[in-house]
Every structure is written in structure tokens, then in C-alpha cells.
């Protein structure tokens, strides 16, 4: 017997299931979805954030003469403290990605391998959003 995972409309307009939703509310984070044209750094240390930084540097370098889109760094890059005290990473695309494009990116720049296994997982499962971070609540 298989179940329908049932999924829910969360603030942020992106479709998600019961047990994501449960977890963003026990660890008091909001989720943050991904669309098409954003990549998504779940970056775990120091010298993982270096190496990502130097893997964009790289695959700016590369621009348009080797067919790798130009990711928008300049306004479009957002560094942010994650709850655990990691950094989360943001970068607007000049072109819109199919998922399995921004998932191996995201791997190929340094993002949590373990994140990229389970948003492959969401992938595979059917998940109307599988590419997400949990970021902190903004505090008033």
C-alpha cells in the first residue's frame, strides 16, 4: 500500500510536505525555497566557504565562451548566517536551471553534501519543492 504525501501552502508560496513543515516549526526556522533561476550553498565551514567562493570565481571565469550561464554574483549573491552558525548562500542565475542542473552546482560548489543527497531524495520522491533552506526567524 503506498500513501500520497498530502502537501501544505507555506508562507513563503512554496508547496512542501507535513514533515518539513513540522520541522521548520520545532526548530523555529522559516523554509526558503528555490525556484528556477536561484542556487542554494548550505556552506558547513570556513574552508568550505572559501573553496566556494574560489568554485564561483571559477565558473564566472568561464562566462559564456565555454556555454556555462554567467551566475549573477554582484547583487545577486546573499551570504546569511544559518541557525547552527554555518552560512547559507544565494546566487541569482541570468538563465532558469531544471533542478538536477542547480543540485549539481550546488554540489559542484561546495554546498552540504548531505543537503544535496536528501534534495536529491525530494527529487526522486516527486516533491513539488525539494531545493530549500530552513533560515532563521527574523527577530523584532
Given at each position: 500500500m503506498t500513501t500520497k504525501a498530502v502537501y501544505y501552502k507555506t508562507p513563503a508560496g512554496c508547496l512542501t510536505d507535513g514533515w518539513m513543515l513540522a520541522q521548520a516549526e520545532k526548530l523555529n526556522v522559516v523554509i526558503e525555497p528555490a525556484d528556477d533561476f536561484t542556487l542554494q550553498l548550505d556552506i558547513d565551514s570556513d574552508e568550505a566557504y572559501d573553496q566556494a567562493l574560489m568554485n564561483i570565481?571559477?565558473?564566472?571565469?568561464?562566462?559564456?565562451e565555454h556555454a556555462v550561464?554567467?551566475?549573477?554574483?554582484?547583487?545577486?549573491?546573499?551570504?546569511?548566517?544559518?541557525?547552527?552558525g554555518n552560512r547559507?548562500?544565494?546566487?541569482?542565475l541570468r538563465q532558469a536551471l531544471s533542478v538536477y542542473?542547480?543540485?549539481?552546482?550546488?554540489?559542484?560548489?561546495?554546498?552540504?553534501?548531505?543537503?544535496?543527497?536528501l534534495s536529491m531524495a525530494g527529487i526522486r520522491a516527486g516533491k513539488d519543492q525539494p531545493i530549500v533552506l530552513f533560515r532563521p526567524k527574523e527577530t523584532t
Open positions: 570565481e571559477l565558473l564566472m571565469s568561464l562566462g559564456r550561464m554567467d551566475l549573477l554574483v554582484g547583487e545577486s549573491m546573499m551570504v546569511r548566517r544559518s541557525k547552527g547559507h548562500v544565494t546566487l541569482g542542473e542547480r543540485l549539481a552546482l550546488q554540489a559542484i560548489l561546495g554546498s552540504d553534501p548531505s543537503r544535496e543527497l
